[in-house]
Each structure stands twice: as C-alpha cells, then as structure tokens.
C-alpha cells in the first residue's frame, strides 16, 4: 500500500466560503490528487546503463587505446640516455632506411584514416526565436473571454479552462493567433493553418538570415516540423518558394512528432550534413495553434488549448570548418527514445474526433507516468556519454550491485533501498527543459534533484510565451542568452518530449561567451525576470 501511496501527490485547492444553503458562512475546498512522476532514479533498467555505455566506448576507443601507447613508447625510449637515443635514431636511419621510411609511411596513413573516419564537427551558428506582434498578446482573462464569445463552450467547460489556466503557469503576455482572436467561426481551416505558418516561420527565418549573413540560396539541408499542420504542398515547399532556393536543396518535412520533434530535426539535419561537407542545414521547429484550436466540449481534448501559444524557432548548422570562429555552439550529443512499441505510451497523446465529430488532441491522465517512464530511459542512456568519471563510477557501481546481490539483501541498509543518484548538475551547467506546464516541470526538479536557478529558464519561458510546442527549448536558450549567462565551454541541456511517446535530448558545448544579441524575444522584458 505504502508504495500505491507513493504513486500519487494531493493538494488542496478552490478554497473558498459556502454562499447558499444550510452550511452558508462555513469554509469550503476541495482535494485535487494527482499521478506523480515515477521515481525513475530508482528503477533504472541496466540495459539502458549498458547501451550508453555501448555508445561511449564506440566514440571514445582512441582515448583508451593512445594512453597505453604512449606508455609503452614512453617506457621504451625513457631506458636509454639522450645520447644513446640520437646515437640510435641516427644509426637506424642511416642503416635502415627503408624501415624508417615504412614505419613513417604508417604512421602517416594510420592519422589520415583517423582524421577522415572522425564524425565532421557540426557547428550551431546562431537562431531565431520569432515574437508575434503586440496585437495578438492576451492575458487569461482576455483567453477566457475569447473563450466565452465564441459561444462554442458551455458553463462547465469554461470553468475547466479557468483552472487549467489559473494552475498553468503561463502569465498574462502570451500569444495566440488572430484566427481564434476575432473569429467565432471553425479556425482549423487550410487557409487560417496557410496563413499562420507564414507569420510565423518566415519571421523566424527572416531573422536568422539577417543574423547570419547567410543567403537562402547558400542552405543546402532544410528540415521543418510541425506536427498537427501538414499541407500539401508540405511546409518545407512554402519555405522553398517564398525563398527562392536553390533546386538542390535536400527538404524534409516531418509531421505529427510531437514537441520532441525540433530535436528530431537537428538529429536528422546532423546525419545529412555528415554525408555532405562543406554545407548548410537549416532546422524550422513550429507549431499551429488555430488549426489546433479546439471547440468541443471533451476535457481531456481542451487542455492543448489552455497551453499551446504561437511559436517558431529557426536554427543554422554547418560542418564547414572555416565556421569554427564564428560559431556559437558545437553539437555534442544526440540520444533519442521512442516508446511507441507500447500501447498505452502510444496513445497517450492522440489526435482524433470526439463525439460531436470535432477534430481534437486528447491528453491522456497517464500522461506524466508515460512521459516519466521515457524520460528515465533517456537519461539513463545518455549519462555514461556526459556525466563525470567519478560519477559514472558511483552510479555504475551501485547499480551493478542491486543488480547482482539485491534480491539475496535483507532490505535493512539504507544502501540497498536506495541506488546512488547521479548528480547531472556536475554534466552540464544549463537547462532548457521543454515548458509543457508548471506541474510537469515541478516533477521534473524533483526527480532530478535541480534548483530553482537550473529550471529558472524553462519556467519563464513558460510564464512569458505559454507551450510553444518543439521551439520551447529554444525561447529558453534565448532567455539564458538575453541574461548573457552562457560562457565559453559551457554545456547546454536540451530535453523535450512529446507524442509517440518519445523523450529526446541533445547536447550543445558553448564555443565562446554569448553576450547579449541585437535581436532576441526577450530583449524588450527580460528585466522582469524572474518573475515568482
């Protein structure tokens, strides 16, 4: 029983004073319990443990094998005087030239191969995070009356997004089309979806391009994600044509991934630019938010409304290595995790229509134990590829130790309760977990063990622009660079989930100090922030 207890978190909310009845005057409230996020620090799978591994040791043999080189070159040369030592190269030279030769043969083509084999660097030159115009800005009470003079929902489901609203998180400067702004009729239209991608996505790009000083016709990869909103033709073809591009260019346009899907497409664009040197890759993470818009009165189908707000993020790659100097991070590490083989993480997040035949994305209760779950694998993955040796050990140890002799335990150590937990504050020195909503996030901290100022990004982020979908991860890099906290050789933590299910995240190392750019979303209030 104590561990069903455990499962769950209850909190008391609509305080209030009973106004009619016999118990009029007396206080009133009412108990809300929640699903918590599973305790995955303390269930790791060691498969998991074993396939980060796996990737360490694939990417890091060099580091293994060229030690022991060294010491065994160095205990050989390091017996003989510096006399002895001349004398003999010379000899050896003079005597045996041909195996001087061949052995600087090898030694030539063993660095070639190494050199060519190595993985290109890829090089985060700099992004664009788009900001609607003023107009389209709405606080929650401006949401609710939006809301209520479109005569699309009953009492009930008002009050619903009220809660959902007041519990959210989100502030009172968000924005949301101006389709659902002035509009009391059906907004999931082609032509409202047509019109809102390009607001938002050619704002974004506009801005990149103006801050790179790279041409369109220079950009040999484009990746676009949206998930709901999938035209034809595709949102990569919009991009190309308004542009001009080049006819070339190698477009992708990925749908229904969910707000995972940026880091998708910087995975997909890192793969293709190995595979093409000397080029440019551009990412467009977006969203559409009134061909979202939901009118139906289901409750599980009207939460993406009270969260979802306009967004899109624009984002430069290159491999070229002239771009070292001018570029502002370096990818590190991508690891992915896809849950979809299971029924219920499948559909945990499901797009469909509800009784009346309105067209709607379901959230499903399970949601946050689902999203656990895959986050739990994720991490476990990739903390043999960035945590410290110490760290690693520890957590290593431990684990393998559970594995092994837990069960024979009599449970009576507090050792054997409780594996070690890995301090990921020592991998990385910034946080940018994707802003889904203040209780995920509070769940989040908790199991991670992070502070306030590691969550402080992604919780304004929140606050300031609401969920903008698979480009949240990047409002909260612009929010660390507006406050100018990103320094040379810092590590960068991207984390995002979303439909599938999938938990993914990537690493980004800063190549230089980031001071406060000359275009940037939060330019104009990020001395508000932190806000409480």
């Given at each position: 029983m104590a561990s069903e207890r455990d499962m769950f978190s209850a909190e008391i909310v609509n305080r209030g004073i009973e106004s009619t009845g016999p118990n009029a005057g007396s206080l009133t409230f009412s108990v809300r319990v929640r699903r918590r996020l599973p305790d995955f620090l303390q269930s790791v799978n060691l498969k998991y443990v074993k396939l980060g591994y796996h990737y360490l040791i694939n990417h890091g043999i060099?580091?293994?094998?060229?030690?022991?080189?060294?010491?065994?070159?160095?205990?050989?040369?390091?017996?003989?005087?510096?006399?002895?030592?001349?004398?003999?190269?010379?000899?050896?030279?003079?005597?045996?030239?041909?195996?001087?030769?061949?052995?600087?043969?090898?030694?030539?083509?063993?660095?070639?191969?190494?050199?060519?084999?190595?993985?290109?660097?890829?090089?985060?030159?700099?992004?664009a995070c788009y900001k609607p115009q003023d107009e389209l800005k709405v606080s929650r009470e401006q949401f609710m009356e939006v809301a209520r003079r479109s005569g699309k929902f009953d009492e009930g489901s008002l009050e619903f997004q009220k809660r959902m609203l007041m519990s959210s998180g989100i502030g009172d400067e968000t924005y949301i089309p101006k389709a659902v702004i002035s509009s009391a009729e059906n907004t999931a239209t082609m032509k409202e979806g047509r019109a809102e991608a390009s607001m938002v996505m050619f704002g974004a790009l506009d801005e990149l391009f103006e801050k790179t000083r790279v041409r369109p016709k220079d950009v040999g990869v484009l990746v676009v994600n949206c998930s709901i909103f999938n035209p034809t033709p595709s949102l990569s073809a919009m991009i190309i044509n308004h542009y001009k591009m080049r006819g070339n260019i190698l477009s992708y346009n990925l749908g229904g991934m969910g707000c995972s899907a940026g880091i998708i497409g910087v995975d997909l664009a890192k793969d293709i630019l190995q595979a093409n040197p000397n080029n440019y890759a551009v990412v467009v993470s977006t969203e559409m938010v009134a061909f979202n818009w939901y009118q139906g009165k289901n409750r599980s189908m009207l939460i993406p409304n009270c969260f979802f707000r306009m967004g899109c993020s624009a984002l430069l790659l290159s491999n070229r290595r002239r771009d070292y100097s001018r570029a502002k991070y370096r990818?590190?590490?991508?690891?992915?995790?896809?849950?979809?083989?299971?029924?219920?993480?499948?559909?945990?997040?499901?797009?469909?229509?509800?009784?009346?035949?309105l067209k709607g994305l379901k959230i499903s209760k399970d949601l946050i134990e689902i999203g656990g779950d895959a986050l739990k694998t994720n991490i476990t993955t990739l903390g043999p590829l960035v945590l410290p040796f110490s760290e690693q050990l520890l957590f290593f140890g431990t684990l393998v130790w559970r594995h092994l002799f837990g069960s024979k335990s009599d449970g009576n150590s507090p050792s054997m309760k409780k594996p070690y937990i890995p301090d990921y504050k020592l991998a990385f020195e910034h946080f940018c977990v994707?802003?889904?909503?203040?209780?995920?996030?509070?769940?989040?901290?908790?199991?991670?063990?992070?502070?306030?100022?590691?969550?402080?990004?992604?919780?304004?982020?929140?606050?300031?622009?609401?969920?903008?979908?698979?480009?949240?991860?990047?409002?909260?890099?612009?929010?660390?660079?507006?406050?100018?906290?990103?320094?040379?050789?810092?590590?960068?933590?991207?984390?995002?989930?979303?439909?599938?299910?999938?938990?993914?995240?990537?690493?980004?190392?800063a190549m230089r100090r980031v001071t406060k750019p000359s275009r940037n979303p939060w330019l104009d209030c990020i001395n508000r922030y932190p806000v409480v």
């Open positions: 060099y580091l293994f094998t060229i030690p022991v080189l060294l010491v065994v070159f160095s205990a050989e040369v390091g017996s003989l005087s510096k006399e002895d030592l001349w004398k003999k190269l010379w000899e050896d030279a003079r005597y045996d030239l041909a195996t001087v030769l061949a052995s600087f043969g090898v030694l030539v083509f063993t660095f070639s191969v190494y050199f060519m084999s190595r993985p290109r660097p890829i090089y985060l030159i700099d992004f990818l590190e590490h991508v690891v992915r995790t896809h849950k979809g083989a299971d029924d219920r993480s499948f559909r945990c997040v499901y797009q469909e229509e509800d009784e009346q035949k994707h802003a889904a909503s203040k209780t995920i996030l509070d769940e989040l901290q908790r199991n991670l063990e992070l502070s306030d100022k590691n969550m402080e990004a992604s919780r304004m982020t929140l606050h300031r622009f609401g969920n903008t979908s698979s480009s949240s991860i990047w409002y909260e890099l612009a929010y660390m660079e507006a406050k100018e906290s990103v320094r040379r050789g810092d590590r960068v933590w991207q984390l995002a989930f979303g439909s599938g299910f999938k938990c993914n995240s990537v690493v980004w190392r």
